[in-house]
């Protein structure tokens, strides 16, 4: 007696529709360009109302300033995403990756702020453990606390034209 032999059921192709593949948004490189942190800056400068909301006001200042304290009724994650439409949704390079993934430039943003601010924490321990309060006229050169505070200048200082 022979068994009986299964006929194989034809495979089905893959279709290679590229309009359905989607690239992935290239890394966010901040460090690349310095322009995008500047517009950060520049915007949280010029928005003061904003920024209190965004890194959350003090019922002190306020209250020295003469002011009420600024509440922020959006989340942080709708404040991030505002600075993340400012900086990346005209921004020539990236406005078109911008609009396929804001949400992965709004984490980029909020990751870039915190690093900042991070930054900024350490060069403050570093300048207060050396010599924290002297004028920059009073700065002798050569000095460690002259080689700091020339690679903070080289890091910060220059703002791109």
Avoid at 16 to 39: C, L
Wanted: glycine share 6%; charged share 20%.
């Amino acid at each position: 007696m022979t068994k009986p032999t299964r006929s194989k059921k034809p495979t089905a192709k893959v279709k290679e529709d590229v309009a359905t593949t989607t690239t992935r948004v290239p890394n966010i490189e901040w460090m690349k360009n310095p322009d995008w942190t500047w517009s950060l800056i520049a915007y949280l400068t010029d928005h003061l109302v904003f920024r209190l909301k965004l890194f959350s006001d003090s019922t002190v200042d306020a209250t020295k300033e003469g002011r009420s304290k600024a509440v922020g009724k959006d989340g942080r994650p709708q404040q991030y995403a505002t600075l993340a439409q400012h900086v990346f949704a005209t921004e020539s390079t990236q406005a078109t990756y911008y609009a396929q993934s804001p949400a992965r430039f709004v984490t980029s943003v909020e990751t870039q702020l915190r690093r900042l601010k991070k930054d900024y924490g350490d060069h403050c321990k570093t300048i207060g453990n050396t010599g924290a309060g002297l004028h920059p006229d009073n700065i002798v050169p050569g000095t460690p606390l002259a080689n700091i505070v020339g690679t903070l200048h080289s890091q910060y200082a220059t703002k791109p034209a």
